[in-house]
């Protein structure tokens, strides 16, 4: 009976252990990015105060190509001579910071602008549609680099030039999204109860949108922070010397064949960083969908 009780039981406990794997790697889709992310902010925010680094300008030209591992530079300098993890760090700083800036000033004005559009539908919305669709077909790019090479290169610049970009794509995502809340037999019911249009934005249309626009915003940071290295890259983004991923690049790419790990560590940075904005983009894109 025992023996027979073991070998009914077994299939359970296989079940069981397959359930808690599946589980386990299901939060680690979550967790992991974001924990990489966390530890990444954390160290581009704090790592300048806390870690005993020099200033990521202003370097010597006697240091200049130090190999990893030399006194006082772990990562090596580059041929200015400037601390490389320095300059990775608070070019970090600075990528990170357009992105998040870039991400909320488009969240707030597109997803305003979007939730308003569907909401009020009829004229209003053919004509916030109309103007989205005139920016939309503009091709971004062109339109990003127009804006950069006239007004100079610099961080404010760069925000300006990529909020053109950002704000037509979150608006059409929220006013998809505000189009199906709408039909929802809770919104009928607000406005039935004499609730004001911007209650019903506000209070019940804004909180059932925000999931899709979150999500939808984690895998716009990956682009934001790609076309600022690009723009930093070709000279219209972060100027030098101030350091960001991109204009590192670049760089380093001028002096590759004598110290190629000047490009490979922003190099791994920006796609450590993408990858993590895109696979927590989508994971949160499915865990809403119900996959």
Known sequence: MAVTDLLTATPKLTTVSGMRSAEIRHRLKIWGPVGFLFLLMAICMLG??????P??????????????GSPGHPLGTDTDGNDILSRLIHGGRSSLFVAITVNAIGLVIGGTIGAISA??????????????DILIA????????VIAQGLGPSIPTTIL???AFSIPAVARMARAATLRVTSMPFIQAAELSGSPAWRVLLRHIAPNIAPQLLSFLMLGMGIIIVAEGGLSFLGLGIPVPNPSWGNM???GQQALSATPLQVLWPSLALLLTVLSFNLLGENLRDEMSGR
């Open 119 to 132: 909401y009020a539908g009829g004229v209003i919305d053919a004509i916030i549609m109309r103007a989205l």
């Open 161 to 163: 030039a990529l909020i």
């Open 55 to 68: 200033a990521p300008i202003g370097g010597s030209v006697l240091d200049s190509a130090l190999p990893p």
């Open 138 to 145: 503009f091709p971004s790019l062109v339109l990003i680099i």
């Open 48 to 53: 300048p105060y806390v870690l005993p680094i």
């Open 249 to 251: 690049i670049f760089n």
